[in-house]
């Protein structure tokens, strides 16, 4: 039961700690199911460069960052940690999980995988840079041309019937990356035409599933919903290295709600996947009528009806300015209590969407472990449930 993610600060975003428990537990449920025996499977996707992508993490309302020291291009695989992730552990709630492996001089992998051993001792990590596939990327090169062919066809496919397809394709460009200068080297997608015979060899999206599961007895895979998409294009990839296709598993989709955020539900009457609505402002705001002006209004009105029979000019006069002035500072009042309550709702659904929706993303793509001190959604993992399911701390 295999899933995977890029190595990232702290794990990176929820959704990484998401697949490997549903891994985990579908492996369980599989081997129950089956009486065959299942393990669950993490890939570390280490052959990856983009270190834009893993060098931060956000905890809470922070924004933590680390540089990935790497020469551009380089594989994630040769990432040291250095001095700055001291201060990075010092602003996490709870660092002593992180602090035994995110430490000066650690590699990113080894720090990475550490603290998913220790989360869950059953997983087994995968690192494709110690595994190499020289055969599967010897074939990916010399078949270049007809692969494209199988995956440009299987493409026009999707979209005929209205899919997006999700990796895009180059007509005769091989599906593996080079490095010239060997593995520690900066890798470069091949294009057409290009037939490398010495150097390295790394995976593209589209060649990662082929290796992967050239080298493991994958019966499953476990990803998200852009994830499990490209598999749409793969049937034929599949086919060609004479490979069954895995049966594909939803990861669990969680929201987690800390005792703020259940607070902040109760008093505005509502539910966590609310939070999620783009109007919830508007929707909670109450429909005020009358208006403070309105109000002023109907007070002077009513004063001029009760005092249109006195017969006394002046006294009608003061009467009726003194009123006014006492029309006006309710008037003044109701407005600020008004404001006041519109203020204190703002806030209110404002840190509301920060903890279930920030940024306007699903909580799993955004918050990373560490917002959330103990958290362990291992017992709630569903197998094969695509449901969010909402986890009260």
Known sequence: MVTGQQIGLFLGPLYSVYKAATAVACARALELETGVRCRPVFWLQTEDHDAEEIDHVWVGARRLQVPVRLEPRCSVEHAVLGDEITAALEQLPDPALWAQHYRPGARWVD???G?????????????????P?????????AEAEPLSALLLERSRALEAQGFAV??????????SFHH??????????????ARPTSGHFSTSALLRPIVQDTLLPTAAIVGGPGELNYFAQLSGLYQAFDLPMPMLVPRARFRVIDVATRRLLDKLGLKPADAEAPDLLSRLRPQVEPSPEAIEKQLLDAADAALVHVPLPDAVKR???TIARAASRVAGRYRRHLDTADTVLAERVTKLQASLFPHGEPQERVMGLPTFPGLDVLPHVEPWSTQVKDVFL
């Open 115 to 131: 603290v998913m051993r220790t989360l869950f001792p059953s997983l087994l990590l995968v690192n494709p840079c110690e595994h």
């Open 133 to 141: 596939a020289p055969g599967v990327h010897a074939r990916a090169l």
């Open 319 to 321: 009467t009726r300015g």
């Open 166 to 175: 999700q990796v895009p394709v180059k007509p005769g460009a091989p599906l």
């Open 180 to 193: 010239p200068e060997g593995a520690r080297g900066p890798r470069h997608r091949l294009d057409s035409g």
């Open 111 to 113: 720090a990475f995988a």
